[in-house]
């Protein structure tokens, strides 16, 4: 097996067995996104406590690389402090992108290939950008 083929296994996997999938009881900050070229949406729920992302679940619909990556991301952040998951978020676009990042990116590391596929970079930052839209809209 090659480094491709774990990659590949890795993206399925998360996209069979989506972890943190659903919906929290009593979240602290809720937010939904839309990717425009598609229509699909995506829905992360939080549950913040001093700073820290106690817990978290993500639903909606998307391609597998956009599930896939929430998936991985909600797994990441789980646990961390807003800034570590807003840092892991900036790192993990700029990785898409063609770039180097600077933080352990975990599972996300699987979608490397994404930056040869401009197209698909919305897809696996949907679940990004809703996690800073989160964090940035006071209003949710
Ligand atoms: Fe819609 Fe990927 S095609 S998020």
Redesign the pocket.
Known sequence: MNLDDIYRETILDHNQSPRNYGHLEHPTKSVGLL?P????QIQLELAINEGRIQDIRFSGQ??S??MASASMLTEAIKGKTIDEALALTSNFKNFVTGGQSSVSLGDLEALHGVSQFPS?V??AT?AHNALEKAMTDSAT
């Open positions: 990717n070229t598609c229509g699909d998307g391609c690389i956009s698909r919305k897809c949907l």
